[in-house]
């Protein structure tokens, strides 16, 4: 029986958990949570529709963008969002956040929550991801794609990627090495902590109670980030290479970046306006890897997270975004 509870986030805002059984690295029983959006009203004075999104999130970090839902909302989408295991509503007291040894077992809450949407939409669905999300999708869509009917098949229409993890923002020397080290040490100690990544630049740069504008829960997405182990970077890696050698993720995508990066050691105004995670040119550069029709916007001024932009910014995102699900429209009528 699906049952949806009350969310965090407040009215039109609801959860549903998804029982996932033991976790293969050994943390005890794991969900997922699926968090659906539905307002009183949808535009028009229509009833809603019948067609969806499913957002999926990063590293260190959980949904809470609501402007971002009822934007789709009004775009005429039903919204869902994905927390993965362990992470955000789904993590339990005793597990460690975000940790996974292999991407692939993310693939158990994306069919469920893919399921649970269909049964809920007869239309097409529309996925959405960020960061370390944008990875994890299309591998999974690769995966999806091969399997008889594809990802049409199973109703999926685009991917969108909002500013995707595509590769070690590292020079290409700590890349090579680095990752061999991180393949030893990861299979050997999965949970060991690697020294030196905690960093709030991009946090302070966010949050209401330092120098953003966004208000979200600090034990589920604190300002320097979870630590970062060894067999987690090595399953993010594993899957970098995976993606480098080409994907068909069956459906066209929309990536969506910063036009900079600026990386800084503290908080600096200047990365309010730019990358200050990840490095754009890798973006741009794997880009042409998942297959199928591409389209990429660099948005002059946008933060990491594309849709956590300054309000200016903000609104130039959303255009591209909104131009994009219009040709969206017109394409998928043509096949």
Known sequence: MTTWMPDILGDGYEQLTLPLGPDPDGEGEVTATLVRY?????????????????????????????????????????????????????????????????????????????????????????????????????????????????????????????????????????????????????????????PGQSLDTYGMSLHRNANGQWEYDLDWKPLAGFPVTFGWLRAVRRGHARLHRGLDVGVPSLILRSKDTRWAPAYDPAVDTADAVLDVKQIARWAGCLGDRTTIVPITGARHDVFLSTPEVLEVAFRELDLWLDWLDGHSRTL
């Open 38 to 194: 539905q307002p009183s009203v949808y535009p028009g004075g229509e009833s809603a529709p019948d067609r969806a999104v499913i957002y999926v999130h990063g590293f260190t970090d959980y949904f809470f963008q609501q402007h971002l839902a009822e934007h789709f909302a009004a775009q005429g989408y039903r919204f869902f969002a994905l927390d993965l295991r362990k992470c955000g509503r789904s993590r339990q007291p005793e597990q460690t956040p975000h940790f996974v040894t292999d991407l692939t077992y993310y693939d158990a809450e994306l069919e469920e929550a893919l399921r649970v949407v269909r049964s809920e939409v007869g239309g097409g669905i529309l996925l959405v991801a960020h960061s370390t999300g944008g990875l994890v999708l299309p591998l999974w869509l690769d995966r999806l794609n091969r399997r008889p009917g594809g990802t049409g098949g199973a109703g999926i229409q685009g991917l969108i990627l909002n500013s995707p993890w595509f590769d070690l923002q590292v020079p290409s020397i700590l890349r090579s090495l680095g990752t061999v080290a991180v393949d030893t040490v990861g299979r050997v100690r999965s949970r060991a902590v690697i």
